[in-house]
């Protein structure tokens, strides 16, 4: 019913900069959160960065002053502004959002393929 498609990860050197950014489409009524999500090798998926529909932010301290995170509800899609990436940062990241399609009377999780992003010089 709802489709999150990623694009723009890639190899990056530390200190460089990649943006990312997910497009939901669907039988899409409104959206609420939308964020983003990363699995580094061998760990659990942890959260990153969401915003909610008015604006407000929730980030994980690990990437606070680095990365920016900003959405267009006309478009349906939410963008990632990596900044100072470091190899620690070298993980596949997933699109997620809240979503209440049509004729729902409740929202649920949705999330994308997954973008890897490589930090290695």
């Known amino acids: 019913q709802v489709q999150l498609v990623e694009s723009g990860g890639g190899l990056v050197q530390p200190g460089g900069s990649l943006r990312l950014s997910c497009a939901a489409s669907?039988?899409?009524?409104?959206?609420?959160?939308m964020g983003w999500y990363r699995q580094a090798p061998g760990k659990q998926r942890e959260l990153v960065v969401l915003?909610?529909?008015?604006?407000?932010?929730n980030d994980a301290d690990s990437v606070k002053g680095r990365f920016t995170i900003s959405r267009d509800n006309a478009k349906n899609a939410v963008y990632l502004q990596m900044n100072s990436l470091k190899p620690e940062d070298t993980a596949v990241y997933y699109c997620?959002?809240?979503?209440?399609?049509?004729?729902?009377?409740?929202?649920?999780?949705?999330w994308g393929q997954g973008t890897q992003v490589t930090v290695s010089s």
């Open positions: 915003i909610t529909s008015g604006g407000s932010t």
């Open positions: 669907g039988r899409i009524f409104r959206i609420n959160d």
């Open positions: 997620y959002a809240v979503v209440k399609t049509t004729g729902s009377a409740t929202g649920y999780g949705y």
